[in-house]
């Protein structure tokens, strides 16, 4: 504490009684068997049920929704996502605030996960991601936990950081209505059931209810913070597709996965069907896979897939690093799939030539599903065979809407 100039107070002591006692200047004011407070304490019983329109909100499939006809029109739609609000880049907000305190900041946004040198001689560092999804919770909040859990811990893995332990935000509405304290009760079990699998310890966490509007309640949203710890950070994974010749892979499997998507909701304003699915074993091998590679130099650059799918991490990718890409449709997939579908447990890398054989030999030994997509070229984006983009043209569309929102 002396050499961090931390300040540290003797605050008690352990006695050989069975009771926790407590003083204020001199005058016992508790007096409790411990356990009273940290286990036995009063439980919250409330009414819940599934909600009565959960399952007609599920029936209502995102693979009805009109696709685009053609390639100007799957063209157009990429724009509208890119520039969509939640999807739109938060420079504008993020660069007002002081990020790289000390100089030991060496990932912060828009980074998968911001990371911090905590020691200048060993250079080890902690990296920190949270992601959250309500409409993922919305339409199954004990998936919608998961997914949250699962895109945090992916996103600490692909910046080259082991993932350790999860704090949460669990953000509902009013738990006086059983709709709601079932939405609470099913994502409490999610996350519970994901930290379990994924040897991921519950730190701490918050959960603020009561967020709704008359009757109307917010979307059910657990957000979920990662921890993890890299033994170097000079061996860390940004984002940025940043020298031309870099071969893009594709890492885990891609189905036709739409529900709740940014797809969905920016091209029609739909809400409904499934939440992807949740393999927290393909997790962890996607995760150990990541770390590997980052640790031994298999790879430049790691963007985990989400909210956009493909094209959106892409984008960013291509963006941040001021390069473009040329991508192939792989078999088995169309155009439209391949760009926007959100199945979890993937992630887009991009491999030296020099490494392809050693990374992708480390992946099929290891059971990992990889395919290569393409590679770093250019100053636009390519899907082959259906249309390109120049990089000015989407970084006008991703950078103009949160300034032209909020300025």
Known sequence: ??????????????????????????????????????????????????????????????????????????????????????????????????????????LAMPEDAGMVRIDAESNLGVALATDGNGRYAKLDPYTGAQLALAESYRNVAASGAKPLAISDCLNFGSPEDPDVMWQFAEATRGLADGCLELGTPVTGGNVSLYNQTGETAIHPTPVVAVLGVIDDVNRRTPVAFAEEGQLLYLLGDTAEEFGGSAWSEVVHQHLGGLPPKVDLAREKLLAQILISASRDGMIDAAHDLSDGGLIQAVTESCLRGGKGARLVVPDGLDAFTFLFSESAGRAVVAVPRSEELRFTDMCGARGLPVARIGVVDGEEIEIQGEFSIPLSELRTAHEATIPALLA
């Not at 003083?23 to 009414?47: K, T």
């Open 1 to 106: 504490c002396e050499k961090w100039d931390v300040i540290a107070t003797v605050i008690g002591e352990v006695t050989d009684g069975s009771q926790l006692e407590i003083f204020w200047h001199g005058e016992q004011i508790v007096d409790v068997p411990p356990r009273s407070v940290a286990h036995d304490g009063p439980v919250y019983h409330r009414p819940f049920a599934r909600p009565s329109w959960q399952d007609a909100l599920q029936a209502d499939d995102a693979g009805k929704l009109a696709r685009p006809a053609n390639a100007a029109e799957l063209r157009e739609q990429v724009l509208q996502l890119v520039a969509s609000p939640n999807q739109a880049s938060k420079s504008w907000i993020t660069d007002q605030y002081d990020r790289f305190v000390q100089g030991n900041t060496v």
